[in-house]
């Protein structure tokens, strides 16, 4: 590889970056988007419905943002 080789490669990594950084915050924002989304799909839910599939009112907004159930030993709702 010649030298102008070289910096022509150097230049292109540079362009890309941008572009990668780009990539990754539109990743952030769509995983964000999801992620209220759920909440407020779950703040919809009647308080019979919550109960019938084992939530209490504190544990959706867990659920949504952790997409799991909140461990009785370690996490406070």
């Known amino acids: 590889m010649s030298s102008l080789d070289a910096i022509a490669h150097g230049r292109a990594l540079r ?11 539109l990743a952030r924002l769509q995983a964000y988007a999801e992620k209220h989304h759920s909440i407020d799909a779950l703040l919809a839910l009647d308080d019979r419905l919550l109960a019938d599939i084992g939530l209490s009112r504190g544990a959706r907004t867990y659920v949504a943002q952790h997409r799991r159930l909140p ?7």
């Open 15 to 25: 362009r890309a970056r941008p572009a990668a950084w780009l990539v990754r915050q």
């Open 71 to 77: 461990d009785r030993r370690t996490d406070a709702v």
